[in-house]
C-alpha cells in the first residue's frame, strides 16, 4: 500500500498482534540508498515481493487499527495482501524495532507490551 494518497506503494508488514483496541504496529520495506537504517537489511527473494536489495524503514514504523488494514485489503484499490512474511525475516524485523535508533519510542513501547503478552513465536 502507497504511505499516502499519491505515492509509491511499499511492502508494510504487521509485526504485533491486536491489542485489545485492536491495534497492531506495522512497519514498510523501503529500497536500500547509501544513507539508509541498515537495522535489517533484506534481500532479492527473501519475500516474493522483493526484487532488490531493501531495508525496514523504522522511522516510519506505525500503530495502526488491524480494522481499517483489512478494510483496506478489501478495496483492492487501496492495499494488496501479499504471502507472509517466512518466520525467519519476521523475527528478524521484529527484533530490529528495538535496535533500530529511528524507531519511534510509542512504537517501541507498544511493541514491548505486545511481546509480553503474546511473545513472537520462533518456529
Request: glycine share 2%.
Given at each position: 500500500?502507497?504511505?499516502?494518497?499519491?505515492?509509491?506503494?511499499?511492502?508494510?508488514?504487521?509485526?504485533?498482534?491486536?491489542?485489545?483496541?485492536g491495534d497492531?504496529?506495522?512497519?514498510?520495506?523501503?529500497?536500500?540508498?547509501?544513507?539508509?537504517?541498515?537495522?535489517?537489511?533484506?534481500?532479492?527473494?527473501?519475500?516474493?515481493?522483493?526484487?532488490?536489495?531493501?531495508?525496514?524503514?523504522?522511522?516510519?514504523?506505525?500503530?495502526?487499527?488491524?480494522?481499517?488494514?483489512?478494510?483496506?485489503?478489501?478495496?483492492?484499490?487501496?492495499?494488496?495482501?501479499?504471502?507472509?512474511?517466512?518466520?525467519?525475516?519476521?523475527?528478524?524485523?521484529?527484533?530490529?524495532?528495538?535496535?533500530?535508533?529511528?524507531?519511534?519510542?510509542?512504537?517501541?513501547?507498544?511493541?514491548q507490551k505486545?511481546?509480553?503478552?503474546?511473545?513472537?513465536?520462533?518456529?
Amino acid at each position: 500500500m502507497p504511505k499516502s494518497a499519491d505515492s509509491t506503494p511499499h511492502l508494510w508488514v504487521i509485526i504485533t498482534e491486536p491489542d485489545e483496541n485492536g491495534d497492531v504496529v506495522i512497519v514498510n520495506v523501503t529500497s536500500w540508498r547509501p544513507d539508509s537504517d541498515e537495522t535489517v537489511i533484506i534481500k532479492t527473494g527473501e519475500h516474493h515481493r522483493i526484487t532488490h536489495q531493501s531495508v525496514v524503514f523504522y522511522q516510519d514504523a506505525r500503530i495502526a487499527k488491524a480494522a481499517l488494514i483489512e478494510k483496506a485489503i478489501q478495496n483492492t484499490t487501496l492495499c494488496v495482501k501479499c504471502d507472509p512474511c517466512s518466520q525467519e525475516l519476521l523475527m528478524r524485523i521484529q527484533q530490529g524495532v528495538t535496535q533500530s535508533r529511528f524507531t519511534p519510542r510509542k512504537v517501541k513501547d507498544f511493541c514491548q507490551k505486545s511481546w509480553a503478552q503474546n511473545p513472537p513465536k520462533d518456529e
